[in-house]
């Protein structure tokens, strides 16, 4: 096979390198590692198994099992496509170790022997900060909350993990020490991409544009299917929709990308899909990244033919001075009860529920928390029972496991009889489930001590880039007046023109709307600001929206601070992670001008005025 000088020396000289995904997250679609190894040519696959949720399960599945940690349905992947990929030289690089990378490799080495295989397999440490947390906020390191401020020590909770968010260099020296499988723990989802392209490319540690090319490649492909039409506004364009092919890129020396996937699997790779993936879950247009900082309003799409999207012009700035961490503490206890309410008066039934609940418990503020939320699907004089059913759902949560479980259930069991009219319950349990709080902080880069660590014994210590305390860059300018004081306006849904993808940021939630023309880019970048966002979503009062504008790809995206209250987790929003929210957005009704609506639509509508603001 030769020595690794030798290997690296191949690498470098290739036009491009394949990288594909089959995990988006823990759960996903398990014969996806299969399709992407057998269904085309490949040079890396790689897996995104981690999410701050996904943290906290692991950290359950480890009270069970003190050998877990990790995902678990990667083994059993890995078992199907191994001797695969070593037959064809394709390397495997996944964050799938979680909190025990050290555990899963040492299983994936039983699993080969087991075959009758020997790759050479690494794994990556150093994330890990629980046991130094003490230790850090004596040297100065309080943890503060990234959305709050407040220190970890004035909250006064027990983290049960604590992981930094690591880099690419330790992928990127595995591979050049001659690895086939890097398990890695918690390191950004787009550094499983960044890593085996510096690899291949030889990149240095301040090759900064080359490597924020790399880093919008991994946010592409990240979500698996989302870049290939999952999740998409405009799903109805599609070509298929069903069992959607998993997204690769081919990365060039340069950085520079083509966004595509296997041919004859289902779905489409255009440029909107991949714009609808390039806005979920930011930020600033300032993408950081342990490596680099990427300029996400640099991203220059273009049609490189059918399933191909070129990725090009993207800038870097140099790597930030600290590591994000994600912390997890256990936050109590939460139970909910769901009523279903029929027909007439459904607010005065669902106060009168209300009522017997809260005087059978001794009050609301028996409990540390309490979520009542009235969800109106009710249709006057429906045709079928149950259009004519709104539901009342109430959520309590507290440090007292018992008050929330049985004697919550209690409570609701016991006014069955003598409640509204048509009471019958949807979902109650006799269990409280416990819940888990996201806590973001940073810590800086140096106290770090991040190591590759082989199967053989070998270890290998990762050098940090050069960094540089992060500014963020200039921005673009507001949002302008509209087109013209003239144009005819019709009311439509938002949608028609504009599409949107959301999703959650810890406590915030994130709106990325785009259009599709840059005559519609104009008139929503005029339009829609955040005081216009506030109006189309009046559950975000009182909270402060973010707004942040990505020309080249005709994009708008939206932060609305603390609307998931502490994170998926624990927030009790019937829709914890924001992912409906955008398409909500895109339902609105709002003034659009005529001229921008599909041909034929509402051609009999009177135009309509502005309304006031």
Known sequence: MGDSTEKVKMAATRDILRIGNCSGYYGDRFSAAREMVEDGPLDVLTGDYLAELTMLILWKTRQRNASGGYATTFLAQMEQILGTCLDRNIKVVTNAGGLNPGGLAA???????????????????????????????????????????????????????????????????ALRADADIVVCPRVTDASLVVGPAAWAFDWQRDDWDRLAGAVVAGHIIECGPQATGGNYAFFTELPTTAHLGYPLVEVAADGSCVVTKHPGTGGAVTVDTVTAQIVYEIQTPDYLNPDVVARFDSITLSDDGPDRVRVSGVRGRPAPDTAKVCLNYEGGYRNSATFVVTGLDIEAKADFAVRCLTDAVGGAETFAETDIRLIRTDKENASSNFEAQARLRIT??????????????????????????????????????????????????????????FQDGRKL????????????????????????????????????????????????????????????????????????????????????????????????????????????????????????????????????????????YALDAAPKEEPAR
């Open 107 to 173: 299983e994936l080495g039983r699993v080969a022997e087991k075959l009758g295989l020997n790759p050479s397999i690494a794994h990556i440490e150093g994330d890990d900060l629980l046991d130094r947390i003490p230790d850090l906020q004596k040297r100065g390191h309080p943890f503060d909350h990234l959305g709050t401020g407040e220190s970890l020590a004035d909250a006064g909770v027990e983290p049960v993990t604590a992981n930094a968010y690591l880099g690419a260099w330790g992928i990127t020296e």
């Open 461 to 600: 210590d990762v050098a940090l880039p050069p960094v540089r305390s992060y500014q963020p860059s200039e921005t673009g300018p507001a949002a302008g007046q509209p087109i013209t004081d003239t144009d005819e306006t019709i009311t439509a849904p938002l949608g028609l023109i504009v599409g949107a993808r959301s999703g959650d940021k810890g406590g915030d939630a994130n709106i990325g709307f785009w259009a599709r023309s840059d005559e519609a880019y104009a008139w929503m970048r005029s339009y829609l600001d955040s005081e216009r966002l506030h109006d189309l979503l009046p559950e975000a009062a009182g909270l402060d929206i973010d707004r942040y504008e990505l020309p080249r790809l005709r994009a708008i995206n939206f932060v609305v601070r603390g609307l998931l209250g502490d994170g998926v987790a624990a927030t009790t929003r019937p829709d914890p992670q924001a992912k409906g929210l955008g398409e909500y957005l895109r339902s609105r009704f709002v003034e659009i001008p005529r001229a921008l609506l599909p041909e034929g």
């Open 396 to 453: 309590v949560k507290d440090q007292d496991e018992h008050k929330v479980g049985r004697r919550f259930f209690k409570a609701v069991a016991e006014f069955g009889l003598g409640s509204y009219p048509g009471m019958y319950l949807e979902q109650c349990d006799r269990v409280a489930s416990s819940y888990g709080v996201y806590w973001p902080a940073s810590v800086p880069v140096d106290v770090l001590d991040q190591r590759v660590v």
